[in-house]
């Protein structure tokens, strides 16, 4: 059973950084699409970002391209989310979640994960 935990959330200022983790017990990472998700109050849960099981391809929604970076280091089962410039429409709790079918082409969507992690909130506010 994989299990994930996430960490690195927290309150920072708008235009502040933040460096989230994704990291795996139970089994190794490489073999699963990530995805990282959040979701605000009352909304929905969206997808941010994914990264394909060896890494060489990523996605991002179109709110945090060019802000956000989505990378993988399979040696140590870890999966990161470096968060820049960051805006108060930011704040959510942010999820980590794994995908055993590897349909990267799909990997925005919820619905293709199997496992996913408690979640971590991200506040951005002055």
């Known amino acids: 059973q994989l299990r994930l935990v996430e960490s690195g959330g927290g309150l920072v200022q708008p235009g502040g950084s933040l460096r989230l983790s994704c990291a795996a017990s139970?089994?190794?990472?490489?073999?699963?699409?990530i995805g990282w998700f959040r979701q605000a109050p009352g909304k929905e849960r969206e997808g941010v970002s994914c990264?394909?099981?060896?890494?060489?391809?990523?996605k991002y929604a179109d709110s945090v391209k060019g802000r956000f970076t989505i990378s993988r280091d399979n040696a140590k089962n870890t999966v990161y989310l470096q968060m820049n410039s960051l805006k108060p429409e930011d704040t959510a709790v942010y999820y980590c979640?794994?995908?055993?079918?590897?349909?990267?082409?799909?990997?925005?969507?919820?619905?293709?994960?199997?496992?996913w992690g408690q979640g971590t909130q991200v506040t951005v506010s002055s």
């Open positions: 990264i394909s099981s060896a890494g060489g391809s990523t």
């Open positions: 139970g089994l190794t990472l490489d073999s699963y699409v």
């Open positions: 979640a794994a995908q055993a079918s590897r349909l990267f082409s799909l990997c925005t969507l919820p619905l293709t994960y199997d496992y």
